[in-house]
Each structure stands twice: as C-alpha cells, then as structure tokens.
RNA sequence: CCGCUCGUAGCUCAGCUGGAUAGAGCACCAGGCUUCGAACCUGGGUGUCGGGAGUUCGAAUCUCUCCGGGCGGGCCA
C-alpha cells in the first residue's frame, strides 16, 4: 500500500524506486529503470525503458527478463504492470488509487524542498540612462518565473538586478552634455530627454573620435569622484531606476529597487581585484591592457583569446565588474548556485567570468555558476523587433498595447462587465499574453513576437488558460457550492476524469521537470494539456445536475484543477480574474 | 578563419540522460449549443526530423562530416 502523504505528485520517483528495487533483485547490478510518462494512452500511464538495455548487458531476451523483474515486485494493489513490445514495462495506476490520492490531497502544493540551497539570479540588468525596450522583457520575464519557482519548492532565491549605472555610455553623456551645455537642464530632464541626449552622444562618439576620447576621460574623472559629475550622474540614475520601477510594477515583476546591485557597487572592488589577479601572476599585459589568457580559451592554431580586465586608458571593462559581482555573490551573498538569465550572444563572455573567477579562486568548487541564455525578439517577418526607423522599441508601449488590444476583445466578447472590471481584466489578459507567448517557447532560440498569436484567444496561449479558469469558478458561483476542500472525496469512474486527476497529480513532476533547465515551455506545456483535459472532462462529464456523491467529487475534481491552473499560472507571473 | 547555437508538418513550435506508429497549436474541412461560460469540444496529418556517414537490437535524440541561418571572437556593454 502506498503511503500518499510522502508520495503525492511524486509518482515517478516512487516506480522508479520501487522498479529499480526489482531489477536488484532481479540481478541486475546497477540498474536504470527510466521511467517515463507514457505518450501514447495504449501504453498505460507510465513506461519503464531500462529493461532492454539490461537484457543487453546480461544477454537475456527482454521479455524474459521484465518478467522475471515484475516477479521481484511486492505485491502492487494501486499499480498494474504489463510487458509490451520488445520488453517496455507499461504502468498503470488504478483508479481507486488516484481517488485517494486526490482525496488526501491538501492541495497541489508542492511538497518543501529537501535540500534548500541560496541561488542568486541575475534577471533584467536594464541600462540606466535609456528607457527598456522590447530587448530586456526576456530576461526581466524568464528570471522573474524561475525566482518565483526557486521560493515556491523552497529554496532562498536572490533577485539580482545587475543594472548598468557605469560605464563609457555615461562617459560620453556627461561629455556631450558638457559640450552642449545642456548640463543644467539635464538635471530635471525626463528619462525620455536624457535618452535623445544619450543617442546623439553614442552616435557622436561612434562617429568622432575626438570626441570619444573627450568620453572616456569623462569616465576616469567620474570614477575618480568628480563631485559635479556625480551629482549628474545620481539624478540620471534616479530618474531611471524610477522609470524602470513603473515598467516592473506594469509588467507584474516581482523586482524592487532594493534588488538594484548595479555595476558602480563594485567599484572599490576593483583595484584589489586586480591586485589579487596579479599576484597569482594571472595577469599579462597586452598592447597596453592587461589581460588574462586561459589555456581553455586557446584556439587549435595556438591563438589566444583574452579578457580583459583593465583597459589601456586605466577604464575597467565590463569583465572586470562581472568579477567582482560574481564575487560579491558568493563572498558576501553566500550563494551556492548563481544563475545568469543574459541573451545568447554573452556566451564567451561568461564563459570567461565563470573562469577566471574560478582560476582566481574567486569561488569555490562547489559554486555552481549558470548561463541560462536567451535569443533575440523578432518580429513576424525575422527581422529585429525594431521600429521602421531602427530604433529600439519601448517596453512601456508594448504593455500599453497588449492591455489595449485585450481590451477591444474584451469589449467584443464580454457582457455585463462593468468598465472598471474590464480595466482589469484586460491589464491581467493582456500582460499575461505577453508573458505567456514569451515563456511558452524554448528559452534558446531566438522568439517571434506576434500580437495576433499571443493574444487570439485560442491554442496554447494564457487567455485559454485564464478561460479554463473562470469556467470553473462561474461552475461554483452558479451551484452556489461552498468550497470543497482537502478532504472531500474523489470518485472516478470515466476516462475523463481518471486523465483530470492524473494530470493534477503530476504538477510537481512538471516543476522538477522545470529545474533541471528552467525551460518554462515545460510548465506551459503542462498547464496547457491540464486545461485541455480538463475542458474535455467538462465537456462529457455532467456535474450540477449529478446526485451528490457524483456532483461533490467533480465539483472537488474541477476545483483541485482550478487551484493548480492559478498557482501554476502564478509560477508564471500570471494572474488569474473570476469571469473575463 | 575559429568558437557557440539552431535547422522537425504550409506557419509557430514541442519531443533530444537513445526506445513502441515523430506530436501540439494556428490555418483549412466536417460535425456539436432549449442543459454547468461555444474564448469551448469531437473527428480529419503522405513530415527526405537540413544532406550524408558511423555507433546500436533500436537514432529526431549520441559521434563525425558537409550545407544553411543566427550570435560571438582585446580596449562598447
């Protein structure tokens, strides 16, 4: 008999366990079960793959061996075992077995983590002195599910915030403010002032290298603490850290001021920083900057990549920052894992981070460093998500658009909404569309930005999951049924509802499907197929007009499903409304 | 030139610690509302899994090679 309270939402771990028991038994010294969820409904529920590969070892025939492992089981009144094809070993749960399940269920709550670590997640790292754009919504949308994962199975995530308050683009800002004399007011500027001066300033210093080395000197002299220049420069930062405070809060984003570490923090670390690469004779000067060169970033013809830690003009490069950060993550942030939710083409530069960090001594062994990497927006034809004149297109906008969108077809579909509901339901629909269409793609490649797509209501995307929500809601506002609860009692005798509660129970296989690579299109996947099985449930199978046993146990059925489709959704940093 | 990454249905994408007949959504076609919300459900798929070779009982998945796209490769970040 299985024990539900330590294996609930754990059924994999529990056959791979009990299978790999019988394969001992069975002789077979170091056996792997792999134990799968079946694709197929012929195949049962779950599938076990590893006989074959044992049989292969020990040269028996497939089948004979599965027997001879099914033998070893203890007796399995909630499972039923079969061999199929050349020697797979399909699982089936009863439905007795997944009625108590469900009964005992509390919630579809994850269990607490048994080995909580402290993770730092580095997410967003907007450029301050600009406004955000399409570019960071991302990593800002990526990192903010994986924060909420970490904290929901219980371990300590620390939102890092690498905001870029430092470096040549506010050398060639102060600069060119100088220049033009637009010092005074640029104190009181707007964000969306600062970034006209800030774009006329990169183009002159691309194109005028007088200029740019009238930039660069600007940085030295605010990194020396330049009073006047500081004073500037901390009214920049404050108007954008405002800015970039109102998108997070729009967008749903769970990052506050106080998780801002941006790169000036670092600044006194820098120095000692070098010193301590240096006297581990890690450091080589190079035309003029000093650098360090790694066997492991040496090219097949002998050619050396370096990185840079100072610049030839005394300026420290970005590597140098990204050392001390990761540095301050585990001298002073005590993290054991710190994760990096940076675009795809950053690639070589952690690499390099991670390290020389690692040839310095700057973090242990034991320190588990992560480039979680991103690819580009695009738009629909492939091109860049940009405007029609090359320039980045404001994140801001895009949040007003999706709520307005959703707000038209909101306002074609739905009735006796009052415009304050519909205000809010569009804001929740048309956030959660963004955010959805984004993390319901493979992280890696590059992601096709499509209003149409995310927010046509239909097919795998956040409305149908926000849908399938409401109709369970208004199905308890309409009987007028108070809340089931834990213990209420779960019959199963369809089809429809065996596949409902199975799919509820495998939510946290979903969630530690998730962790092994923060793919979120695993958990959207799941959610998705959790609402398709539950609409076809609701679809065969009647509930109000049930007698009471059957009626309070679809009712219980449908409401566990509504409690994992808003915390899975909530995992996702998207909401849920009562009626839409 | 070197490194990383991707190439799966008309389109957008899953599947990749090797496993059964490669799956979803969109689009398209045909059905289903006097009954719990039809933003839904049911049925309809002839795909060189970029090409080739290799390893294996078994390859979309691993290895090699070629082709094609993207991104990187010392003084921006």
Known sequence: MIHFAELFMKIKQTLETLIRQAMVDAGIPEPKPIVKQSQRAEFGHYQA???MAAAKQLKQAPRDLAKAILAMLPPQ?????????????????????LSRALSQAASTIALACPAPRRIVVDYSSPNLAKEMHIGHLRSTVIGDTIVRVLEHVGHTAIRANHVGDWGAQFGSLLAYLAETGHNESAQAAALSDLEKFYQAASKKFKQDPEFAETARGYVVKLQAGDPTLKQLWQAFIATSMDHGQAVYDKLGITLS????????????????????????????????????????????????LPAMVQKSDGGF??????????RYRYQTLKADEALYVVGASQQL????????????????????????????????????F????????????????AVDRAKTLLAARSEGLTDE??????????????????????????????????????????????????????????????PMGP???????????????????????AIDTYLDDYQANVLCNYLFELAGTFMTFYEHCPILSENQTLRSSRLRLAELTADTLKTGLGLLGIETVERM
């Open 317 to 326: 490069p970005y590597l140098a920052t990204d050392l001390a950060a990761l």
């Open 49 to 51: 793959n590893g006989v």
């Open 349 to 384: 530069h952690l690499r390099q981070v991670f390290a020389v960090a690692r040839a310095a001594d700057f973090i242990p062994e034991q320190l588990t460093t992560r480039h979680l990497a991103f690819g580009l927006v695009l738009k629909a034809d492939g091109t860049p």
């Open 487 to 509: 213990n209420s009692e779960v019959v199963i005798s369809t089809t429809e509802e065996t596949a409902l509660a199975l799919k509820n129970l495998q939510f946290q296989e």
């Open 421 to 482: 509901e519909q205000q809010v339901i569009a804001r929740v629909i048309g956030i959660g569309a963004i955010k959805y269409a984004e993390l319901q793609k493979n992280r890696t490649t590059d992601y096709v930005f499509d209003w149409d797509t995310m927010l046509s209501f239909e097919g795998n995307t956040a409305p149908y999951l926000q849908y399938a929500y409401t109709r369970i809601r208004s199905l308890f506002r309409k009987s007028g049924a108070s």
């Open 77 to 97: 009144p909630d499972f039923s075992f079969e061999i199929a094809g050349p020697g797979f070993i399909n699982v089936r749960l009863s439905n007795d077995c």
């Open 257 to 304: 001021k106080a998780d801002a570490m941006p790169e000036s923090q670092y600044n006194d670390d820098l120095l000692p920083l070098l010193d301590s690469l240096q006297n581990q004779g890690l450091i080589e000067r190079s035309d003029g900057a000093l650098c360090v060169f790694l066997d492991e970033f040496k090219g097949k013809d002998g050619s050396r």
């Open 386 to 401: 940009k405007t029609r004149d090359g320039a980045d297109v404001k994140l801001i906008d895009v949040l007003n658009e």
